[in-house]
């Protein structure tokens, strides 16, 4: 009987101490690698944080080329795939399906799309082992038994970044760590708009014909007041303004408004010999006319002006834009 329960008492002993061995070497083994996860994130933070922030600049300027969705005016769009050519967008608002490339048949070029492939495969080829060392911790918060340090720092440092490029996932029976390609890009539209406002002009000019120095009297008689103050040339010349982003000369009453902001109808030819002055003398009529007497500028100024002939400043202004003579000589051209 005494055998017995010393034996007994014996076996409880070992088997006490080899539990708290067991939970001593766990607990030992934990810290060991929590702290290894850190020393890992250490050795690689500055790499992982700059390509971050080189991916965010790229995000800003891949959001130039891309305005706000036409059927639901939502600025956000999800980045679906990605390669060295092409980029497919959907938009958050409605997912409409819209794809960015590289080449634009000679148009334009979007150098951030392979920019952003590289750098998006660095990441994820930087970060592979962090997000495996993360593994653990996920299973830990998902099975909630919410006690393992593994993993636990590699998880908030890749959650810590600017941009999602990890998403948990959990199915039935799997729990694990997605590399996301669904990165936001912000439709800000810049860079497309002035390239389609570019392409724009040249098509008016090509329209125009080609350069020519010199206003021929055929150029006079088609391009005088009389003929464009009205109708389509009035029209052409008022959206090349506005497509090369010229501006209101005056500015006393707009303060220099963009012709692109304005209406066609709230832009003026303006004359720089009054045009009162040729009811007073009539042999100044052809002059007066001329294209080389006109500019255009905003209703308000125009009005401001009252019939007077610009000051010295203002004319010196109407030259540096150019004169609706100018422009027929320097930028739109022979029409025959
Ligand atoms: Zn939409
Ligand atoms: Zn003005």
């Not at 070029?109 to 590289?118: A, C, H, L, T």
């Not at 708009?193 to 008689?221: A, C, M, P, V, Y």
């Not at 006393?252 to 002055?277: E, N, R, T």
Request: hydrophobic residues 30%.
């Amino acid at each position: 009987m005494e055998f017995d329960q010393a034996f007994f008492l014996i076996f409880l002993g070992i088997s006490a101490i080899l539990v708290i061995s067991l939970m001593v070497w766990g607990d030992w083994n934990e810290q060991k690698e929590y702290k290894l996860g850190k020393k890992k994130i250490e050795t690689i933070r500055s790499d992982v944080e700059h390509i971050d922030n080189k991916i965010d600049i790229i995000l800003l300027d891949l959001g130039k080329w891309i305005n706000k969705c036409r059927k639901c005016n939502s600025s956000v769009n999800f980045i679906k795939k990605y390669s060295e050519k092409n980029i497919n967008l959907s938009c958050e608002g409605c997912g409409k399906i819209n794809t960015l490339n590289q080449f634009n048949d000679h148009k334009y070029q979007i150098d951030s799309i392979p920019e952003f492939y590289y750098s998006m495969t660095k990441m994820q080829s930087i970060t592979s082992e962090l997000r495996d060392r993360a593994l653990p911790y996920i299973q830990d918060i998902y099975f909630s038994t919410g006690k393992s340090l593994i993993g636990k720092s590699e998880y908030n440092f890749l959650h810590s970044l600017k941009h999602n490029y990890y998403q948990d996932y959990k199915t039935q029976k799997k729990y694990g760590f997605h590399w996301n390609p669904q990165i936001r890009i912000f439709s800000d539209g810049e860079f497309i708009d002035k390239i389609n406002s570019e392409l724009k002009t040249k098509k008016i000019e090509k329209k125009l014909g080609k350069r020519r120095k010199e206003l021929s009297q055929k150029i006079i008689d088609e391009w005088n007041y009389l003929k464009i103050k009205s109708g389509s040339k009035n029209k052409l010349i008022k959206e090349w303004a506005i497509n090369s982003n010229a501006k209101c000369p005056d500015g006393l009453k707009c303060g220099s408004v963009s012709f692109k902001d304005l209406k066609i109808s709230q832009i003026a030819l303006g004359h720089i010999i009054p045009q009162d002055f040729a009811r007073e003398m009539p042999h100044l009529q052809s002059q007066i006319h001329h294209p080389d007497n006109l500019y255009l500028t905003c209703n308000l100024c125009n009005s401001a002006l009252g019939g007077n002939p610009p000051d010295n400043e203002l004319k010196t202004r109407i030259f540096n834009t150019g004169t609706i003579g100018d422009w027929i000589r320097d930028k739109l051209t022979d029409i025959d």
